[in-house]
C-alpha cells in the first residue's frame, strides 16, 4: 500500500508529514491505547490452510448492499477438528452448508458480535482431507459501522459504492474494494490472515453498460438478457485474501504488454488519452524489476485502474493495482511532473515491486509488514537510479531519510513490531521510509551482486508463501557467507538511530588528520561500517571503517593537510549528522565529491555564508547543476540582495529562466527574479506566460504582480479557465491581495477542492482575503474553511497557524463592524482548541 502523504510546508518550513492511511483517513485516530500497546502481536495460528475461494457476487446499488455466494475451500493445517472460525464482518447470513458429493449439507453455526463465524463441521476433518464450505450471505458495508460501533471493527468498509444513486454529477459510478489490513472479509467470509493463501474465482453479475476487474484472467463474459452481464475473473495462483480486488465501472482500457502478458491501464474515458503518459513506464519498469530480483514478473497479467474517493495511496492487488485520482493527471500537468515532484511514477514503482514483496511473498504478519512496504519503498529509489541516474535515487533516498528523522515518535518503533496499538499503525514512516533505507545501507554493505542474490534466494524460497525478517536474514547470509544477524538486531528488532557528530584535526608535527566521530543519541552505540575517502595531493584514498563504540577517533596519515575528508563516503548512513567542516572543506566538497548528498550539503551549508567568495561561486554554479533539484535549491538559497552574488548570478538566472529544460527549474528561477521588482524584467515575465507549464505561468504572474499588481490583477482574468497547481496558487495570491469580492467565488472553490498540500500552500492569502472581503457571508464561508482544516489537521501540529489566521480575521471583520463574522471566528478558534 501507498499511504497519501502530505507534507505540510509553510514558508518553506516543514512542519510537519501527514500520512493518511486506510483507519486514519476516515476516522479520526483515537489515542493510543497503552494497554494494547503492551499485547504481543503474534503470527495468529492456523487451523486451517484455505486452497481455493469462489465467489458469486451481484450489487444492490439502491442499498449498497452486495449478494454473495461462496464455495470456500480448504483443509486442516495440522491438527485435526470439526470446529471452524471465518472472519465475517456485519453481514446476513443465510445458509451455511458443507458441500458433499454435490449436495448442500447445512451445518449448524453460531454468528458472534457479527465478526466470527463459528461453524461446527459434519465430521472431524484432517490435514489430509479438504473440504468446501458454501455461504449464502448478503454484505452491508455501509452499516458496519451503524451495526456494531465497537472498537473491533474500524470503519474500513472492504467494499465501497462511489455515488450509487448517481446523483453526484461530478463523480461516476464506480465500486471497488480495499482488503488491506482485515477487510476483504467485509465482502466474503474467510480466513482474513495475511498468511493465507488460496487461488480464487470470482463471478460478478453488473450492469451491462460498465467494465468489471478483478485478479488473474478474465475467463468468460455472458450477457444475461437483463442489461446485466456476468464477468468471470480466475486467480490460478494462490495469493493472500488481503490482495483480492474487484472494481466495477466506466473505465477505459488502455492496452499495453510486456513479454506477451498484457499490461492493462484503466481510467476514467476523459482521462483514456493520457493513459500512455501516466502509466507507459510500467513495461519498462517491469523489465527492470525483473532483471534487478533474477525472478520474472510472477503472475499472468499486470492491470492498473484509477477510481475515485481511495482510502489511501495505492493498492498492490495481485495483478490488479488501485490508484487514487491523484495519478490521473491531464498532459499540461504532466509538464511539470518530475520523479520526486510526481507522486504518480513513484506510486507506479511501489506498487509494482510489491508484485513480489507482499504478493508473491507476503508478510507473514502484520508485525512483518517491513518484508512488504520496506521494499516497495526502497524500489522507489532503484528505479529512480535506474532511469534517471543515481543522483535521483539518491534525491529520493534522502528525502524519505528527512521524513523518517522529522517523524517525531519514529525512533521509538522497532521496524519489526510486535507491539502496536492498532495494525494500521504499522503503516508509518519507519515501516516505509526508514525500513527503505535500511535495506539501502544493507545493499551498500554487501554489494549489488550479494545483496540482490539474496533478495532472489529468499523470493525463490518462499514463493507463494509467507516471509518474516529472519528468513530475508538467511537469504542474505547464503548469499554472501557474511553473518548478519548483528544487523538485523540492531535495525529489525531494535529502534531509533544514531546521532553523530563529526569533527576533524591536522596535526602538521605527525602528518595526521584526526576525525573525530561522537554518536550522541541516548542509549546504546550503533555499529556502524562506512567508507571515508580522504581528499588530499589531488588524488582521493578511500578507508573502510567501523564505528562500534559511542567514541571514536580515526587517523589518516596525509603528506599535507587534505582537503576534504568525507565521513561517509557513499552517503547511506541512516543518521542525523553534525559534521563540522569548514566553509573551504565544503567548497571543495561541491565541486570534487561526487554525489548528490555531497553537493546537497555544501549548498545547504555555504547559503548560510554567502559573504565568502568560495560560497559564492558554488551558489553561483549550482544554478546549473546537472540535477534539477540542486538547481532550485540554490536558486532558493541565493541572497540576491549581497551585490556580488546579485552581479554574478543575474545573467545565469536570466539564461535559466527563460531556456532550461526543466520546467520547475524555470520556474524557480523567474521567481527569483520577481523578488528583485526590477522593470528590465518584466519583457521575460511576459514572455514565460506563453509556456504550457502552470508552473512557470504562475511563478511569472506572480513576479509580475509583485512590479504592477494592476497589470498582473488584468492578466489573470485570462487564465481562470484553465489553471492547475502553482499557476492557481499565483492567481489566488493575486486576487487575494488586489482582487475583491467578484473574486471570492474564484478563491473560495479554488480553495475547496484543492488537495491538504496544496491549501496549505495558499492558506495565507485565503485566510488575508477572508479578512477583507466586504460580503459577512463570504467571510464566514472562508472561515467555515479555516475551522475545518484547522480541526481536520490539528494533530499534524498545524493548529496554532490556523488559530492565529483567525485571529487576524476576528481583528479584520471587527475593524468594519461585522460582528457576525467575527463571533465565528471565534466559534472557529474554541473548536480548534476543544479538537483532538
Ligand atoms: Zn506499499
Not at 495462483?237 to 491501464?265: C, E, N, Q, R
Not at 525463490?460 to 553473518?483: H, M
Not at 571514536?552 to 563516503?569: I, Q
Request: glycine share 6%; proline share 3%.
Amino acid at each position: 500500500m501507498k499511504m497519501k502523504s502530505l507534507l505540510v510546508l509553510i514558508g518553506g518550513a516543514l512542519i510537519s508529514i501527514i500520512t493518511i492511511t486506510t483507519a486514519q483517513a476516515q476516522m479520526p485516530q483515537a489515542d493510543v491505547d497503552t494497554n494494547a500497546l503492551k499485547i504481543y502481536r503474534a503470527t495468529p495460528p492456523k487451523y486451517f490452510d484455505l486452497i481455493n475461494t469462489k465467489l458469486d457476487v451481484r450489487f444492490d446499488y439502491k442499498k449498497c448492499f452486495m449478494y454473495g455466494k461462496e464455495w470456500v475451500s480448504m483443509k486442516p493445517h495440522f491438527y485435526p477438528t470439526d470446529t471452524l472460525r471465518l472472519d465475517a464482518k456485519g453481514m446476513d447470513i443465510h445458509e451455511i452448508s458443507v458441500v458433499e458429493g454435490g449436495k448442500n449439507i447445512p451445518l449448524k453455526y453460531v454468528y458472534q458480535d457479527s465478526l466470527s463465524l463459528f461453524i461446527h463441521l459434519d465430521k472431524v476433518y484432517h490435514n489430509t482431507e479438504s473440504f468446501t464450505v458454501y455461504i449464502d450471505y448478503t454484505a452491508k458495508p455501509n452499516q458496519l459501522k451503524d451495526h456494531h460501533g465497537s472498537a473491533a471493527i474500524n470503519d474500513a468498509k472492504g467494499l465501497y459504492f462511489i455515488n450509487p444513486d448517481g446523483k453526484d454529477p461530478n463523480k461516476p459510478i464506480q465500486i471497488w474494494t480495499q482488503g488491506e489490513t482485515e477487510s476483504s472479509s467485509a465482502w466474503f467470509p474467510t480466513i482474513d490472515k495475511p498468511e493465507q493463501k488460496t487461488t480464487d474465482e470470482i463471478s460478478m453479475t453488473v450492469p451491462a453498460k460498465y467494465v468489471t476487474l478483478s485478479n488473474g484472467r478474465l475467463a468468460s463474459q455472458k450477457l444475461n438478457g437483463d442489461g446485466t452481464r456476468t464477468d468471470t475473473w480466475k486467480m490460478e495462483l494462490p495469493h493472500s485474501v488481503y490482495l483480492f480486488m474487484m472494481a466495477v465501472g466506466d473505465f477505459k482500457i488502455y492496452h499495453d504488454t510486456w513479454h506477451g502478458k498484457d499490461v492493462d491501464y484503466y481510467l476514467e474515458p476523459k482521462f483514456a488519452p493520457y493513459a500512455k503518459q501516466i502509466f507507459g513506464y510500467t513495461p519498462e519498469m517491469i523489465d527492470f524489476y525483473s532483471k534487478t530480483l533474477g525472478i520474472d514478473y510472477p503472475w499472468n497479467k499486470y492491470d492498473q485502474i484509477v477510481v475515485r474517493d481511495y482510502v489511501s495511496g495505492a493498492m498492490e492487488n495481485t495483478t490488479a493495482t488501485l490508484h487514487g485520482e491523484q495519478v490521473q493527471q491531464t498532459g499540461r500537468q504532466m509538464i511539470d511532473s518530475y520523479y520526486d515532484t510526481d507522486d504518480q511514477q513513484v506510486d507506479i514503482a511501489h506498487e509494482l515491486f510489491h508484485q513480489w514483496f507482499g504478493d508473491y511473498v507476503t508478510c507473514e504478519s502484520w508485525s512483518n509488514i517491513t518484508m512488504n512496504e520496506s521494499f516497495a519503498d526502497f524500489s522507489e529509489m532503484l528505479w529512480a537510479e535506474h532511469k534517471y541516474g543515481k543522483d535521483m535515487g539518491d534525491a529520493h533516498s534522502y528525502l524519505a531519510l528527512r521524513e523518517y528523522l522529522g517523524s517525531p515518535d519514529a525512533k521509538e518503533k522497532d521496524l519489526v513490531r510486535f507491539h502496536y496499538a492498532d495494525k494500521e499503525d504499522v503503516f508509518d514512516v519507519v515501516s516505509y521510509q526508514k525500513g527503505g533505507r535500511i535495506l539501502n545501507m544493507l545493499r551498500n554493505y554487501l554489494g549489488d551482486a550479494a545483496f540482490f542474490k539474496g533478495l532472489n534466494i529468499y523470493l525463490k524460497t518462499n514463493a507463494f508463501k509467507n516471509g518474516e525478517a529472519q528468513q530475508l536474514r538467511l537469504a542474505l547470509e547464503e548469499a554472501s557467507g557474511l553473518d548478519l544477524n548483528w544487523y538485523f538486531n540492531q535495525w529489525y528488532y531494535g529502534a531509533g538511530n544514531p546521532d553523530l557528530d563529526i569533527s576533524y584535526k591536522w596535526d602538521e608535527g605527525t602528518k595526521t588528520e584526526k576525525v573525530y566521530l561522537k554518536q550522541t543519541q541516548d542509549g546504546k552505540a550503533f555499529i556502524l561500517p562506512f567508507a571515508v575517502d580522504v581528499y588530499a595531493d589531488g588524488k582521493k584514498v578511500r578507508y573502510k571503517e567501523w564505528m562500534r563504540d559511542k567514541a571514536d577517533t580515526l587517523s589518516f596519515a596525509s603528506n599535507s593537510k587534505p582537503d576534504l575528508v568525507n565521513v561517509d563516503g557513499d552517503k547511506v548512513l541512516l543518521a542525523r549528522k553534525k559534521d563540522n567542516k569548514t566553509t573551504d572543506e565544503y567548497v571543495f566538497q561541491y565541486f570534487n565529491a561526487p554525489l548528490f548528498l555531497d553537493r546537497f550539503e555544501a549548498i545547504d551549508a555555504l547559503g548560510k555564508d554567502q559573504s565568502n567568495k568560495g560560497a559564492q561561486k558554488v551558489l553561483v554554479a549550482a544554478i546549473k547543476d546537472k540535477f534539477y533539484e540542486l538547481q532550485i535549491k540554490a536558486i532558493k538559497a541565493l541572497d540576491i540582495s549581497n551585490d556580488a552574488i546579485h552581479n554574478a548570478a543575474l545573467p545565469v538566472l536570466a539564461s535559466v529562466a527563460q531556456t532550461d529544460v526543466n520546467t520547475l527549474v524555470r520556474a524557480a528561477a523567474i521567481k527569483k527574479l520577481g523578488d528583485l521588482k526590477a522593470s528590465g524584467n518584466m519583457d521575460i515575465f511576459k514572455q514565460a506566460l506563453s509556456s504550457q507549464s502552470y508552473a512557470v505561468q504562475g511563478a511569472a504572474l506572480s513576479a509580475i504582480n509583485k512590479l504592477d499588481p494592476a497589470e498582473a490583477l488584468k492578466l489573470a482574468k485570462g487564465f481562470e479557465a484553465d489553471n492547475m497547481g502553482d499557476l492557481t496558487v499565483a492567481l489566488v495570491e493575486i486576487y487575494a491581495k488586489t482582487g475583491g469580492d467578484a473574486e471570492w467565488p474564484f478563491v473560495y472553490s479554488n480553495f475547496i477542492k484543492a488537495r491538504p498540500q496544496e491549501q496549505f500552500n495558499i492558506i495565507n492569502e485565503f485566510a488575508a482575503m477572508t479578512g477583507h472581503v466586504k460580503s459577512p457571508e463570504y467571510a464566514q464561508q472562508g472561515i467555515e474553511a479555516l475551522r475545518s482544516d484547522g480541526v481536520k489537521y490539528k494533530k499534524y501540529g498545524v493548529g496554532g497557524l490556523v488559530i492565529g489566521l483567525l485571529q487576524n480575521i476576528k481583528t479584520e471583520r471587527t475593524k468594519v463592524n461585522d460582528a457576525a463574522s467575527a463571533k465565528a471566528a471565534d466559534d472557529a478558534i474554541a473548536a480548534i482548541n476543544a479538537a483532538k
